[in-house]
């Protein structure tokens, strides 16, 4: 019997799926126990759909179950001890949930989902019970890929989300949609052409969370500025930040601010040095490092303490020396790291216990030097949308490529670096997430002093990519997305890339190209889908897939 089964990610195993261990390092009981996880948020919804049309929302569990599937994301939490914590604590919301429904005058009539039901309260009867719960237990291979499918765009969803509402910003329509979708991937009557309707409203819903996250980030630090970065150090010690967390990045720099404590940020927080609210801190001393993947190389040179707010965590090599000095917060995890508490009753976290730790380390050791520019989010972009189109319309400008997304280990992702590199000097990427560690600091030039790469931030930034498209369709009075001069080369690895691609075909986008691998969640029935309906293509070689879209 497998020990195990997960493909939500694309470094999954033979891209078929890990059935020993993950190969993101997740053993197979977290593995299990985030199945269990998942089993049970499914069941708490089939509560939370029936009180939500009695006029009643629970916010405990609306926070419950976003964090959960946030959670489960890949390379998020690897700590058991927190996954058991949470499934025990899923029992109180359900009966919780449940108590609320009936007294409402509510009745569970209908209901017979099992997840709704089960409880163990032994960690054997937890890992007995999550053997039965993973996704094989669906038969059918389309029905089982468009319920994944669902799934794993609701735990990128969850992540936007999240970061929302820790900034003050939520909406209860995402919630409910989140709910009833966890409900609809249990119904057994719905077909393969209502699950594929479900999967693009997963889409739609992308789009108006990402669109809240954007309002969150903007609101609360300001709009993002055209920036240089150092990516050199300073010879004080330093706490390096990575993840995605705003607040988390806003708290930490106020409470460092003059300890004598420098902070840096890694892989996914590098567009935190864009935001106006952040630059006012002169011990904000810049980028340190690439994309997530390298930290394990990365962290070793830094020498100071690591915050992880977020994913993308690696496990440690054995000979590590590092381990002592990562601590994390929010959904991340990983056994043997220090884990900072959330929030309590609106006070900020305390990262005291990091200050002091990050104050005896020496300072970091300097392992490249100079500057990279970013900044590009929309506001900026379509303040110079009148030289851009006129770029266009002179030829200076032949074509945008978005080239966001994830990067990742596998060898195959030299193919983005080798793209952008062999892109004509006529041509600008777009770019969010940090698949731009393959190019971003190549001396790629610029056009009428427009740089050929602009990051518009995060993988959570995408949305900016989506308002610099529509910007652009009406500044050239097209009707249609697709008219515009843009093609998609797009990297992904985990599920925010996947609500991405989600949010993308929901808005009509066409003719994407997805890599290194397309998922092995898709079935060959829901590829055809795809392919027929939406122009989805996977990638080739550099000179063929260039030829294609410069010709598109």
Same mark, same amino acid.
């Given at each position: 019997?497998?020990? =195990?089964?997960?493909?939500?990610?694309?470094?999954?195993?033979?891209?078929?799926?890990?059935?020993?261990k993950g190969l993101c390092g997740k053993t197979p009981d977290v593995a299990n126990l985030q199945d269990l996880l998942m089993f049970l948020c499914k069941g708490i919804s089939h509560y939370t759909v029936r009180l939500r049309e009695l006029g009643i929302e629970i916010p405990q569990i609306n926070k419950f179950i976003t964090d959960s599937l946030f959670m489960t994301i890949t390379n998020a939490n690897f700590d058991k001890s927190r996954f058991i914590t949470r499934i025990l604590l899923a029992y109180e919301m359900r009966n919780a949930a449940e108590e609320r429904l009936l007294s409402a005058g509510g009745n569970k009539e209908g209901i017979t989902f099992e997840g709704a039901f089960w409880r163990g309260d032994t960690e054997e009867e937890m890992a007995e019970k999550a053997l039965e719960t993973n996704i094989l237990t669906t038969e059918n291979e389309d029905i089982r890929s468009l319920r994944e499918l669902t799934v794993y765009g609701l735990k990128g969803m969850a992540a936007y989300a999240e970061h929302a509402f820790n900034l003050g910003y939520e909406e209860n329509e995402i919630y409910g949609f989140m709910q009833r979708a966890l409900v609809d991937v249990t119904n057994d009557s719905l077909n393969v052409e209502e699950l594929t309707g479900l999967v693009l409203e997963t889409g739609k819903y992308g789009v108006q969370v990402m669109a809240l996250l954007d309002k969150a980030n903007t609101s609360s630090y300001g709009n993002p500025e055209i920036?240089?970065?150092?990516?050199?150090?300073?010879?004080?010690?330093?706490?390096?930040?990575?993840?995605?967390?705003?607040?988390? =990045?806003?708290?930490?720099?106020?409470?460092?601010?003059?300890?004598?404590?420098?902070?840096?940020?890694?892989?996914? =927080?590098?567009?935190?040095?864009?935001?106006?609210?952040?630059?006012?801190?002169?011990?904000?001393?810049?980028?340190?490092?690439?994309?997530?993947?390298?930290?394990?190389?990365?962290?070793?040179?830094?020498?100071?303490?690591?915050?992880?707010?977020?994913?993308?965590?690696?496990?440690?090599?054995?000979?590590?020396?590092?381990?002592?000095?990562?601590?994390?917060?929010?959904?991340?995890?990983?056994?043997?790291?220090?884990?900072?508490?959330?929030?309590?009753?609106?006070?900020?976290?305390?990262?005291?216990?990091?200050i002091e730790h990050a104050k005896k380390c020496a300072s970091p050791t300097e392992i490249e030097s100079g500057e990279i520019i970013g900044g590009f989010a929309h506001n900026q972009v379509i303040a110079l949308a009148d030289r851009v189109v006129d770029a266009v319309k002179t030829g200076a400008i032949r074509k945008f490529f978005v080239m966001g997304g994830c990067d990742g280990r596998m060898k195959g992702r030299n193919y983005y670096t080798e793209f952008a590199e062999k892109l004509p000097k006529d041509t600008v990427i777009l770019t969010a997430g940090c698949a731009k560690y393959r190019y971003n600091k190549l001396p790629l030039g610029e056009i009428n002093g427009i740089p050929r790469v602009l990051d518009a931030g995060q993988c959570n930034d995408s949305y900016s990519l989506v308002k610099i498209a529509l910007a652009l369709k009406e500044a050239f009075g097209l009707d249609d997305l697709n008219d515009l001069p843009i093609a998609y080369n797009i990297a992904w690895y985990e599920q925010k890339a996947v609500i991405v691609l989600l949010a993308l075909l929901?808005?009509?986008?066409?003719?994407?190209?997805?890599?290194?691998?397309?998922?092995?969640?898709?079935?060959?029935?829901?590829?055809?889908?795809?392919?027929?309906?939406?122009?989805?293509?996977?990638?080739?070689?550099?000179?063929?897939?260039?030829?294609?879209?410069?010709?598109?």
């Open positions: 019997m497998e020990k =195990m089964f997960c493909y939500q990610c694309q470094e999954t195993s033979k891209n078929q799926g890990c059935t020993v920036t240089k970065v150092s990516l050199g150090v300073r010879n004080n010690p330093g706490i390096l930040i990575s993840g995605h967390d705003m607040k988390d =990045m806003e708290e930490l720099l106020k409470q460092t601010e003059g300890t004598g404590v420098d902070v840096y940020t890694h892989s996914e =927080m590098l567009p935190a040095n864009y935001y106006p609210a952040f630059k006012k801190y002169n011990h904000f001393a810049g980028n340190y490092g690439s994309s997530w993947w390298h930290q394990t190389e990365d962290f070793e040179h830094f020498n100071g303490v690591i915050l992880f707010t977020t994913n993308c965590i690696v496990p440690p090599r054995k000979t590590s020396t590092y381990g002592d000095r990562v601590y994390t917060t929010g959904a991340s995890g990983f056994e043997g790291f220090k884990h900072i508490e959330d929030r309590k009753d609106g006070q900020p976290k305390d990262f005291s216990a990091l929901s808005l009509g986008v066409k003719n994407i190209h997805l890599g290194p691998t397309l998922p092995a969640f898709l079935s060959p029935n829901v590829v055809n889908v795809l392919v027929n309906n939406f122009g989805i293509a996977g990638i080739t070689n550099v000179d063929e897939d260039m030829k294609t879209l410069l010709s598109a």
